[in-house]
């Protein structure tokens, strides 16, 4: 009688234990024996939050690139709207029978040239965002030609979805026999030698535009790709939380009530205990 009191009372204190252990940490599950199958459950868990994060993280990396790029063609857009609007006053009558005046235009189309090749080496993390996988700082040199490859630089962003973060330098700047910088030159060219040239060249710049164009919208499609994939990755993330949280973490109100009722429970056996099973001359005797 005495050791099945003892026993049970044993059990009554490890309960008593384990709930103050779980009130102290805010844990249920402390260690796989508490609950095998909550402990993969959990562990499952944090390996799918881990990888959503590391997704996150290169949607990040992904938007980063396709920002600086966003930010170089609008001002390469920029610039080749103004090197259309030099080649319409180059063609205008008044402008046409000034060598002077030409010459002071074409210097403005050698300036917008040089930034023109400043744009296309735009670096995010010094790597040339249109110099594909290139590990060099530029993507082309002072004269216009190009330095990178034909290489790409992609971005996991779901189980299922890679982006490409780089952008082509021959789909936004022009084949490398007659890109938008040897235009640029032939411009100015023309502006000092070769006026009539200028309407060839107009069209040229059209069509340079066009690219630069068709280049920012393809940048923008990416970017909200990479942007929306990114969302549904950390609202993933949050409902993974949660779920983990219902399977570790205890529920407060009723852990402190279950404790005292423990608690109660433990001293009430105590007191029964003791008046039931009491020492007697005989215990002694023995």
């Keep these: 009688m005495a050791s099945n009191t003892l ?3 044993q059990i009554n204190l490890s309960r008593n234990q384990q709930l103050q252990e779980q009130l102290s940490s805010g844990k249920l ?10 402990a993969v ?6 390996s799918d939050m881990a990888t959503l994060d590391q997704y996150s993280r290169n949607a990040d990396d992904g938007m980063g690139w396709l920002n600086m790029a966003d930010t170089a063609l609008k001002s390469a857009s920029t610039q080749l709207n103004r090197a259309r609007e030099l080649v319409l006053t180059g063609l205008s009558s008044g402008t046409a029978s000034s060598p002077e005046a030409r010459e002071a235009i074409a210097l403005e189309v050698d300036n917008l040239r040089e930034s023109m090749i400043n744009l296309s080496n735009t670096s995010y993390l010094d790597r040339p965002i249109f110099g594909g996988s290139t590990p060099g700082s530029v993507a082309y040199d002072k004269d216009g030609v190009y330095q990178g490859d ?3 630089i992609n971005r996991s962003i ?5 982006v490409r973060v780089d952008t082509s330098a021959e789909s936004v700047f022009g084949p490398e026999t007659g890109n938008v910088f040897s235009l640029l030159g032939q411009i100015a060219e023309d502006l000092r030698r070769n006026p009539s040239g200028l309407n060839a060249d107009l069209a040229g710049v059209d069509t340079a535009q066009k690219r630069v164009q068709a280049g920012l919208s393809g940048v923008g499609s990416r970017y909200n790709q990479v942007s929306e994939m990114q969302q549904t990755a950390q609202n993933r993330v949050l409902d993974l939380k949660a779920q983990l949280s219902d399977v570790e973490d205890i529920d407060l109100p009723k852990t402190i009530t279950e404790l005292a009722l423990q608690q ?21 005797l023995r």
């Design 158 to 162: 779901s189980g299922n979805a890679t």
């Design 150 to 152: 034909d290489g790409k």
């Design 41 to 46: 459950i959990a562990m499952q868990h944090r």
């Design 7 to 9: 026993a049970n009372l």
């Design 264 to 284: 109660t429970a433990y001293q009430a056996a105590l007191a029964a205990t003791a008046k039931v099973i009491q020492p007697s001359l005989v215990d002694f």
């Design 29 to 38: 599950l402390t260690k796989a024996s508490d609950s095998p199958g909550g």
